[in-house]
């Protein structure tokens, strides 16, 4: 991963992983000021939190005004509202419903949409279309995937 770019300060976060920067709870980061990143990558993190709303309102305080964020999650397309359930403990209906052992919850498109405006972010959902054939496969990305963009106004 490309860490020393000219004028840019990258730092990663998470909440066990030893490899990260800092170690951070996405959805209580006093560690960080309002207003202290210009750009975030959330990339398949919301899924994995309790209160998903607390993170997404962390996440937009600390971006500055103008800043832009990624948000990234799995969702399933056919899905007409989210399936979620912070507290079932099963790991088989875990995958069942969520698709992975240690997902609380099943995001549908338009209710991640207002998930994240509820939380302040002005959205644009950019397919890739938007990037242009093959760009998203060749970035590790799945043709059918839309990011999400976030701005802080």
Known sequence: MLRNLPGVL????????????ERVDICDMRTYRDNSFNFIVCSHVLEHVEDDSSAIRELYRVLEPGGVAIL??????????????????????????????????????????????????????????HFGSGQFPRHGITPQSVLYIGRKN
């Open 72 to 129: 990234m999650v799995p969702i399933l397309l056919s899905a007409t509202s989210t399936d979620e359930d912070p507290h079932e403990t099963r790991i088989e209906e875990r995958w069942r419903r969520f698709g992975q052992n240690d997902h609380l919850r099943m995001y549908c498109k338009h209710d991640f949409v207002a998930r994240l405006q509820q939380g302040g972010f002005t959205v644009q959902a950019l397919s890739e279309s």
């Open 10 to 21: 990258y730092r990663s976060a998470d909440l066990s992983s030893p490899l990260a920067d």
